[in-house]
């Protein structure tokens, strides 16, 4: 049974930074892609961020370029969320997602696993 597991969620002031880990147990085969999602009251889940396992290859959200990192280290079978110059529209759920096939986009209806989520939140 794969189980995803996130930390580090908090409150911080504006321009802050956060950083988010995701380990991934119970799994034979290192997941393909590795993302973070997140989910605003009222609002659909959106993508953040993805990687690939082999190769990185990470992908952003438009509203996060420049200012949240991805990265991984595969021996811990652990994904990090570096995020850096937060800003109060970046509070949400943020949610760990994993999957084993080639897809490695943003699009959170591609994804079969989750994490229970980690809250961030972000004040003026």
């Known amino acids: 049974q794969v189980q995803l597991v996130e930390s580090g969620g908090g409150s911080v002031q504006a321009g802050g930074s956060l950083r988010l880990s995701c380990v991934a147990y119970?799994?034979?085969?290192?997941?393909?892609?590795m993302g973070w999602f997140r989910q605003a009251p009222g609002k659909e889940r959106e993508g953040v961020a993805t990687?690939?396992?082999?190769?990185?290859?990470?992908s952003y959200a438009d509203s996060v370029k420049g200012r949240f990192t991805i990265s991984q280290d595969n021996a811990k079978n652990t994904v990090y969320l570096q995020m850096d110059s937060l800003k109060p529209e970046d509070t949400a759920m943020y949610y760990c997602?994993?999957?084993?096939?080639?897809?490695?986009?943003?699009?959170?209806?591609?994804?079969?696993?989750w994490g229970q989520g980690t809250q961030v939140t972000v004040s003026s």
């Open positions: 997602a994993a999957r084993w096939t080639s897809y490695c986009g943003l699009t959170a209806g591609s994804f079969g696993y």
């Open positions: 119970g799994h034979t085969v290192m997941p393909n892609c």
């Open positions: 990687i690939k396992a082999v190769g990185d290859n990470p």
